[in-house]
């Protein structure tokens, strides 16, 4: 049998609704979610058995901080990811006359290593990261993104229409400065495009043509 693929397993993985293993407490102003990493364990281990994990050396640093590695994989896919170690306020923990990281401290930095590192990798409670919540969020499709990158420059391009609709209405003003003036009919079809609401071929092509024409009448 053929190692899954990273999107076979963020397929299968991101789905599951993680609310039921969900725990929560408010640190400061926030509320942070997560799942504890014997049940995070429990799931991986429901789905794809043959998993492994590697905890890192843990680094210590020249402020007195320490950070901790895991990896995890299945197969032939694998993430690693690397993390402070906290106290419960999570803010680092620095070595100094008054605190040090202890075997307590190191072990729970390695199993919150373990639970991030598991939904990188499997889209597992990645939703927990992002908005808090155990439900899987709706997946972003490419025509989705598209879509939402032309309905952005679709807004941008029709309030440049109508900034040139306005220069070109100025034209019919008895003291507009340049003898010739723009057509009523083009100033008509612009209004039209604008009011419409596209598409967006259409607006930018009124946009070129009746900036065309402003530029012309400058000009003579």
């Excluded at 281990?45 to 320490?66: K, N, R, V």
């Excluded at 590192?117 to 969020?137: D, H, V, W, Y």
């Excluded at 083009?186 to 009124?206: E, F, H, S």
Aim: with cysteine.
């Amino acid at each position: 049998m053929s190692s899954p693929t990273h999107k076979d397993i963020w397929k299968s993985m991101s789905a599951i609704d993680v609310s039921e293993w969900t725990q929560s407490r408010a640190v400061g102003r926030q509320t942070l979610s997560w799942i504890p990493w014997s049940d995070c364990m429990a799931i991986l281990q429901s789905h794809y058995p043959d998993f492994e994990y590697e905890f890192y050396p843990i680094t210590l640093y020249p402020d007195g901080s320490a950070e901790v590695g895991c990896k995890v994989s299945i197969g032939e896919v694998s993430r690693v990811v690397y993390l402070p170690v906290m106290d419960h306020k999570f803010n680092a923990i620095v070595a100094g006359p008054d605190s040090s990281p202890s075997s307590r401290d190191l072990s729970d930095a390695r199993w919150r290593g373990f639970v991030k590192c598991t939904s990188i990798l499997t889209g597992l409670g990645f939703n927990l990261f992002r908005a808090g919540e155990g439900k899987p969020a709706e997946p972003i499709v490419r025509d989705e993104v598209k879509a939402r990158r032309e309905k952005k420059t679709l807004a941008t391009k029709l309030t440049q229409l109508s900034e040139v609709l306005t220069e070109c209405e100025l034209t019919r003003d008895p003291d507009y400065p340049y003898g010739r003036k723009v057509r009523v009919k083009d100033i008509k079809l612009g209004k039209q495009v604008l009011n419409a609401g596209g598409p967006l071929l259409r607006v930018n092509k009124a946009i070129a043509f009746l900036t065309k024409e402003l530029n012309e009448i400058k000009e003579s």
